[in-house]
């Protein structure tokens, strides 16, 4: 048996899941719930989606959620029966979540 | 000589037993994780289109948030992000086992960590945001 | 059962006070005689004291001698008496019939192994696995007899201690359902028990395990369900074993591709 080359989606998973736990509760608070109850403007939410800081923060967010969401589907539909398609899936998974991570990138950091 | 008796799984196996149920759900976390990086990826498009805050593509798309729709989307992945947060860290000391000496560090410390950090950085996040 | 069970309501018995039988639906599978399995009721005396094992000891003595299953120690310490009761593995000497009252009490062979008759699981895969893991101590250093023991103190050996309480009674496999879904994978006490030894500050067979361990087939076929460690009658914590080896087998991973040339003299 060969040693997996596993740990490098399952790192990208774990650290995922960790910058998702942290942070992501926040942020659907305060863009879905804040911007509502008018705690915070559509000038200000300009502003923090601009703000260096915000940048690194969105582009993280986004890219390592991403990863942790797809490595995680991957395993979850193969274990509901398409363990046949494993292959397939990680090349779908891993690949859209390479694609907005890009995305992520140009938006933010250009 | 006789033949072994093989039980398959049912398909919805996970349907079987509350334990795998949970661990299903769990799971299904990730796709309201996914859907929430899809929708700041939409945001951010938006901003792009914009240009300028004062554009009416970043003001109609902010006055949007408070539609019932987005109050709806909101609130799931709100729901299902703190059940991620909650197993997540609950998980977390069994990757993470540390020792004082012989001791074993009791695992409701390093969870409990988990959710100070957790607490801790959500106020700082929403101070920075908010001001 | 629920303490509002409807015996309980009707009739404010004294302590104690309880059915004077129980009945057991017991899986069968005689594959001389009969194609496929069947559940055969038996209706057995009911004890305070007696467990799963004891009313099946009682109908093999009693009821019906053909019926097959395992059991040693009767102490919850030889590991051959796991079954299924009621849908959830357990060692059947340490489960009392006082706590699935008013019952029907199922019991069944372990899931996800294949059956060689009623109650007995093949466990060939599982002594395969165990192998593969090379769950033993491999010597960092081989020592002659002279030279005395290995010694270790006692903080190296709270490091491993909880995972060598491990019996092999199989539970957390028939828990697993990524292993009845998938029998390739390794699974829960095979890969615990190679942990065990990896912990262990006297062993030197790291390297040599994590052509198993680290294998798709080893730590990270595991999506971290955790019931192998709800199962387990001793306490011991599989799953977090595993999650450590991810976090390890992470470790050693990146470092192999930073520093080209490590890996190679690691494995001598
Ligand atoms: S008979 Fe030995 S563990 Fe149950």
Redesign the interface.
Known sequence: MARSNEPIVWSLF?A???V?????????????????LG????????????HP?GRI??FV??AL??F???H??R??LV???LRGASHALAGLFYGAATL?SL??AW??LT | M??????P?P?A??LT?R??RV??LR??T??F??A???F??L???R??EAGD?ASTV??GF??C??SPW??A???A??AM??L??AT??V?A?????L?R????VPERIVVGA?FA??FG??LL??W???G | MESSSPVAAAAPAPAGAAPPTIVLEVFR?L??SED??RYERFTVPYRHDWVVLDALNHIKDRLDESLAFRWSCRMGVCGSCGMMVN?APVLTCGAFLRDYLPGPVRVEPL??F????DLII?MEDFIHKMEAARTWLIPKEPRRLEEGEYRQT??Q???YKQFTLCINCMCCYAAC?VY??DSTFVGPAALALGQRYNLDSRDGGQAERAEVLQSDHGVWHC?????CS?ACPKGV?P??AI??G??QGTVEYMKALLLPGRRARAQG
């Open positions: 774990a995922g899941g960790m998702a736990a942290l942070f992501l509760p926040v942020t659907v608070v305060l863009i879905g719930f804040a911007v509502p705690w915070l403007d559509a000038e200000r939410l300009w502003e923090v989606v601009h800081l923060f969105l967010l986004i959620s991403l942790h969401a797809g995680r589907l395993f979850t274990d509901m029966g907005g995305l992520a938006l933010l | 006789a033949k072994d008796w093989i039980r799984m398909r196996w996970w037993r334990t795998w661990f299903m799971e299904l990730s796709a994780v996914a929430y990086a899809a700041l990826l945001l951010l498009l901003a792009r805050p970043w003001t902010v006055e948030l408070s987005s109050l989307f909101h609130g992945v709100l992000a703190l991620h947060t997540w860290f998980a000391p069994k990757a993470l086992r020792f000496g012989e001791e074993p988990h950090a957790w950085a959500s996040v929403a920075l945001v908010l | 599978y594959p001389d496929a399995p849908g899931t996800h294949p059956v060689s008759r093949n006692p903080a050996l709270a490091q359902p009845g879904l999506t971290f369900v955790g019931d709800r914590d799953a977090g999650q450590m991810k976090v």
